[in-house]
């Protein structure tokens, strides 16, 4: 499950944090997921709930996922357009030739320390 | 500095100057503090794909990450590629699978250096793994490496290793709906390759739609259709790779040859 790696590549990325800005402790973490994004966030608060365990920085933290839309540039129609499923067609004309441009992210946005 | 809490630390309080909400957060002012992070979850694995990469463009290296679900016929296709194509370049193999060495076994066979990388329970190959096999293996300069993935056809999706491209191999065993059931293995391949097709004659697998699937989750995919066992169609997957590799060496040539004029840019300013 590459959710897990996923998650204690969360993890690291708290942990450089920690060394850089001078806090012990994370009470909260806010991921931002896109809607077309390889991973289930179900999956990455079932991981972090797992992991978060292992390090006081992390113990007790609470994690936050905000979805970012998809979006896509429609090949027949020319037009960027809303997408919520990768392989839903084009809004706009119904065209199947879109390319991806937004909601594939997967970023740690901010996170609350003490 | 802060106009909140008057820290030099750059941070973030909720409740102003964006968009989602905060309210449920709790800001205890003094003892806790909000810090934008804004750091992309992958970034560690693309770090490391970052290096893969300039070593393989200063070397010359066209490296190609295979992927498929287990038993679609992946070992069996690289061991005929490699007796096909050792005469006319040097080829390295980096076989990942969770347990055993078998398959880095039948790649030697071949005569082709190969590196086995055991993943343990993980469940994809990643940039650092191919980093350190690398550091091993040490392909020659202008060969072709051959990267096989752990047979999965969901998490090796999301991570670069630093490739010139991933090769996503489906057998007609398998069923032609894969490329819309696994849409993200799909579309991060440049190429997909139908293998076992021997054995068509005896299946209802509907090539016309699986093309089509592919397409439809990536519509500028390369598909070819071979058998491993049997050869046929071989050709033009061997011209496919062949193809790649003169861009991966003009690309070779063309920053050796900016070295040079530079270096004798700074030979003759220096007489």
């Not at chain 1, 060394?19 to 179900?42: C, Q």
């Not at chain 1, 991981?47 to 933290?61: D, I, K």
């Not at chain 2, 752990?150 to 998490?155: A, E, F, K």
Request: charged share 25%.
């Amino acid at each position: 499950m590459h959710e897990m790696s996923l998650t204690e590549s969360v993890v690291r990325i708290l942990e450089g944090e920690a060394a850089r800005h001078g806090f012990s402790r994370v009470k909260l973490v806010r991921l931002e997921i896109g809607e077309l994004s390889h991973v289930d966030p179900e999956s990455i608060l079932f991981c972090f709930g797992a992991v978060a365990g292992r390090s006081p920085l992390t113990s007790g933290a609470e994690m936050k996922i905000v979805r970012a839309p998809g979006q896509a540039h429609c090949l027949d129609c020319g037009d960027t357009v809303p997408l919520a499923d990768r392989l839903a067609p084009c809004p706009r004309c119904g065209g199947a030739r879109l390319v991806i441009t937004g909601g594939e992210e997967m970023r740690v946005k901010e996170m609350e320390v003490e | 500095m802060c106009t909140v809490c008057g820290c030099d630390t750059p941070h973030h309080h909720p409740g102003h100057d964006h968009g989602h909400d905060h309210h449920d957060d709790h800001h205890d002012h003094g003892s806790s503090r909000m810090i934008q992070v804004e750091r992309d979850i992958l970034a560690h694995n693309d770090g490391h794909a970052a290096r893969n990469r300039a070593v393989f463009a200063e070397r010359g290296i066209l490296a190609l990450n295979l992927v498929s679900s287990p038993g679609s016929g992946k070992t069996t296709l690289l061991c005929r590629t490699v007796e096909a194509l050792k005469a006319r370049m040097p080829v390295a193999v980096i076989e990942g699978d969770q347990q055993t060495s078998f398959d880095a076994e039948r790649i030697r066979a071949t005569g082709a250096p190969a590196f086995q990388i055991n993943t343990g329970k993980g469940c994809h190959l990643d940039a650092h793994m191919i980093e350190s096999a690398l550091a091993r293996l040490r392909p020659e300069e202008d060969s072709v490496l051959f990267i096989e993935n752990v047979g999965n056809l969901v998490c090796p999706a999301a991570f670069d290793l630093g490739e010139a491209a991933k090769v996503a191999i489906l057998s007609v065993t398998e069923g032609e709906d894969k490329p819309l059931k696994y849409p993200h293995m799909f579309q991060a391949a440049s190429l997909m390759v139908l293998n076992k097709t021997d054995l068509l004659p005896h299946l209802d697998f509907d090539v016309d739609a699986c093309v089509a699937h592919a397409r439809r989750v990536n519509p500028s995919i390369t598909v070819l259709m071979l058998s491993a066992r049997t050869g046929d169609g071989l050709d033009p997957w061997l011209e496919w790779i062949a193809e790649r590799r003169r861009h991966t060496l003009a690309h070779r040539a063309e920053s050796l040859e900016a070295k040079l004029a530079a270096v004798r840019a700074t030979m003759d300013s220096s007489g």
